[in-house]
């Protein structure tokens, strides 16, 4: 399959976090035995645990092919920490399925609100078996009242909201099944014993106990007596997803193993140039790439409306059994290292073995396959029904502009939302400038813009005002129009709107001018938007170089208070600003009132990931351009006229070297007089 550009970009963006992030991480976190919830916080905060939220209820209405492929690259880092992420669309499969419009939005409210949901169908004597749960679910007035034991609940422990499967009627068997929406606050839901798992340590899996739970009527998922039918069509619609996982651990081992044969010297040469090991190295990436194309080719079907049962089993056994042998492999290449634990081998091993077993074991889905066969190949064709499809998640379109600020989310705290600007640098990216063997001279032309990295601690400091308080983040810059690649980075990361300042009257500006240039733009758009911004941010080079003028400077122009080299800004409650300074005592403080300016320093902070909603917004959110026309500033106090600051003369100071020179000395005298002059300056 060839993937569509946006696409690419989306899996670029979520490797990138789990080269970054996951892998340099993960081994630390299973060896001290801590749950990663910083780790897992920055991936809900790109929208990784939303993966199957439709747009019309905030998600990034991704296709099933996005899905999918998002999984692998998540798998490809930590099995734990994609288990812990994909289990919220297991779980959301049925509400998807069988749920009204009311319990949509109910289920991913609570779900984005609590960041984790869980699926419990798993009871001690109904795995494979589903027709075996003991869970009860009894009609009681205007209620439902459950009680039963789910166990090996994948996110039990962490999930806010469960979708959980109950008989309500105890003799009808699979017939008796129904589905139900239950949250976690409930009384009498709790947490029963966590599992010691051999391997995806890093996701957490217990017990779930219902004991006398009451939820309302309206909590049944679709039809009474129909749950079974329902959490069918959600493992056929997830097996593929568990296939990617294999998938991805058989990409990592694939990377690591080739890597490491390449590295690894015996009789002379890399063991990578031994047949064998090259058989093996190429049979793995042979089984990576075509179960690839399986898993993708399901959800194509499910993206399409078409049915899928028997590919998405296929899907599943092919992808689980490859990323097992890949593993095997892997370790058998790597020798006695590849079952050390200071390597990652014998971890993608652990983690491999759970693949095969969880949503359906292998052996479960070659009967499935098979019955799909059987059905298939009848003799009476016309008697075949054909599986139903589970619905895609909904299409709807991009926001193309900014979009009006929208109210706090639950758990913002209280109080007028803030109305923030942060003044950016756009610089080339200096990892793709090369240098001009016979000029000598750096080639830029080609090179992106990027935003100053100075400068996205101002960005990331308003990004976490805003997440707390509400209100709209600003972006402005100055530069040629090829800078706008630089704001898009600053809206994907979650600005609302960018603008730059782009003409070439302002030319040749030093900051002197260039604050009078910004000062007046700030004016302009405050005029426009009829309101002033609470604060305005710059970072240590915001606009112009490492003098840190243009943020005092732009302070004494709209004549507004001035907080310089914050490392951090917090919100009172009264609405004033409480900002942090580094000093050599350790930190002092400062209260200030809005509307204010902020010079920000380096932060505990780097700039987030972007989320697959600000991402897509980004890429074709208009970036309003500001002419002369729109940011008047007299002739006089712009571009070289505009500043009296003036280069006199330049020079380079003579450098005087420090020493001596040995000369008309045989060597054995110079030896000597020279360790007679190291004695002295007692260096030896």
């Not at 580094?582 to 400062?590: A, H, L, P, R």
Request: aromatic residues 6%.
């Amino acid at each position: 399959m060839i993937f569509k550009e946006e696409t690419r970009e989306l899996l670029e963006m979520v490797r990138s976090f789990v080269d970054r992030e996951i892998i340099p991480t993960v081994g630390e976190y299973e060896k001290s035995g801590t749950f990663p919830e910083e780790l897992l916080d920055k991936a809900c905060a790109m929208g990784l645990n939303e993966l199957c939220v439709p747009a019309q209820y905030g998600g990034p209405g991704l296709s099933n092919v996005e899905v999918f492929a998002i999984a692998e690259e998540i798998a490809r880092g930590d099995i734990g920490i994609g288990t812990t992420l994909i289990a919220n669309a297991l779980a959301s499969y049925p509400v998807l399925i069988a749920g009204t419009d009311e319990q949509k939005k109910l289920w991913f409210d609570t779900m984005r609100e609590r960041k984790y949901a869980a699926f419990c169908l798993t009871e001690p004597n109904a795995g494979s078996d589903a027709g075996g749960v003991q869970t009860t679910a009894v009609e009681d007035g205007d209620e439902y009242v459950i009680n039963g034991t789910k166990c090996f609940i994948s996110n039990g422990p962490i999930a806010g909201i469960y979708t959980v499967l109950a008989s309500t009627r105890k003799k009808a068997g699979i017939m008796g099944l129904s589905a139900f929406i239950v949250e976690r606050d409930r009384p009498g839901v709790s947490i029963g014993k966590e599992e010691d798992k051999m391997g995806m340590r890093l996701s957490c899996t217990s017990e779930v106990i219902f004991d006398n739970v009451r939820i309302p009527k309206d909590h049944l998922l679709g039809k009474k007596n129909r749950g079974f039918k329902y959490i069918m069509e959600t493992l056929d619609h997830s097996r593929a997803g568990v296939g990617a996982f294999g998938v991805g651990i058989g990409q990592r081992v694939v990377e690591e193993a080739t890597k490491y044969a390449k590295q690894r010297k015996q009789f002379g040469q890399a063991v990578a140039n031994f047949q064998a090991v090259e058989i093996m190295l190429a049979d793995m990436e042979i089984q990576v790439q075509a179960a690839r194309q399986m898993y993708l080719h399901a959800a194509e079907l499910m993206d399409a409306g078409l049915p899928f049962t028997m590919e998405a089993a296929i899907a599943k056994t092919i992808g689980t059994d490859t990323g097992m042998k890949c593993a095997v492999d892997g370790v058998q290449v790597m020798g006695g290292y590849g079952y050390m634990k200071e390597y990652p081998m014998e971890k993608l091993m652990r983690d491999a073995k759970i693949l095969q077993i969880y949503e359906g074991t292998n052996q479960i889905q070659r009967s499935v396959i098979a019955g799909q066969l059987k059905k298939k190949y009848t003799d009476d064709p016309k008697g075949v029904k054909k599986p139903a499809a589970a619905p895609a998640a909904p299409e709807q379109p991009v926001p193309t502009a900014p979009a009006p600020a929208a109210a706090p989310a639950a758990g913002k705290e209280t109080g007028r939302e803030l109305n923030l600007l942060v003044c950016v640098k756009q610089v080339p990216d200096t990892t793709q400038i090369k240098i001009d063997p016979v000029k000598h001279t750096l080639i830029r032309e080609g090179v992106p813009a990027i935003v100053n990295t100075f400068d996205t601690y101002a960005l990331e400091t308003a990004l976490r005002l805003k997440d707390k308080w509400g209100g709209r983040v600003t972006v402005l810059s100055m530069g040629i129009p090829k800078a706008k690649e630089a704001l898009r980075e600053c809206l994907a990361a979650g600005a609302d709107e960018a603008y730059l300042i782009t003409d070439r009257i302002f030319g040749g500006s030093d900051t002197l001018a260039t604050s009078k240039i910004i000062s007046t733009a700030i004016e302009a758009l405050e005029k426009r938007n009829e309101r002033a911004f609470d604060i305005i941010l710059c970072g240590k080079q915001a606009i112009d170089g490492d003098t840190g003028q243009v943020g005092p400077e732009i302070s004494q122009h709209l004549n507004r208070a001035l907080v310089s080299y914050a490392v951090g800004v917090e919100r009172e409650q009264d609405g004033s600003l409480m900002c942090k300074r580094e000093s050599d005592e350790g930190y002092d403080f400062y209260a200030v009132n809005t509307p204010c300016v902020i010079t920000v320093n380096k932060t505990p902070y780097d700039l987030r990931y972007p989320s697959f909603k600000t991402q897509r917004f980004a890429k074709t959110a208009e970036i309003v351009e500001l002419t002369g026309a729109d940011v008047v500033v007299p002739e006089e106090q712009r571009g070289l006229a505009g500043s009296p600051t003036r280069v006199v003369k330049t020079y380079t100071p003579a450098h005087e070297k420090n020493g001596m020179k040995i000369e008309g000395l045989d060597g054995r005298a110079a030896a000597e007089k020279l360790a007679g002059l190291l004695a002295e300056a007692k260096l030896i």
